[in-house]
Nanobody
Framework: QVQLVESGGGLVQAGTSLRLSCAAS????????MGWFRQFPGKDREFVAS????????YYADSVKGRFTISRDNAENTVYLQMNSLKPEDTAVYYC????????????????WGLGTHVTVSS
């Protein structure tokens, strides 16, 4: 019943911006911490950013600090990832995920996952 649907990916040039969205359904969205992960070709999925239930806490991977911003709108059951100053090394499939943890640390268990959206950054 739970569905997480990512959108907003695409092909962009380095130095530009992109905003990803993840619409959630089938769960009480405000009771879940949310996270964004990404997967490079041939690599395992890695943590990008996460946000607490009421946006009171956020976590970012070192590789995206200062460039990416995670946010959420509980009224719309949606979590966002604003990606600025994109680099070719940001090219990946981006996934959103939901966690029952109170603190959305990178090590928290994320129990629901979307199918991902592709982001390609060209030089």
């Amino acid at each position: 019943q739970v569905q997480l649907v990512e959108s907003g990916g695409g092909l962009v040039q380095a130095g530009t911006s992109l905003r990803l969205s993840c619409a959630a359904s089938g769960l009480t969205f405000s009771l879940y911490a949310m996270g964004w992960f990404r997967q490079f070709p041939g690599k395992d999925r890695e943590f990008v950013a996460s946000i607490g239930r009421r946006s009171d806490s956020t976590y970012y991977a070192d590789s995206v600090k200062g460039r990416f911003t995670i946010s959420r709108d509980n009224a719309e059951n949606t979590v966002y990832l604003q990606m600025n100053s994109l680099k070719p090394e940001d090219t990946a499939v981006y996934y959103c995920a939901a966690s029952r943890a109170l603190l959305p640390t990178p090590a928290s268990a994320y129990v629901y996952w979307g199918l991902g959206t592709h982001v390609t950054v060209s030089s």
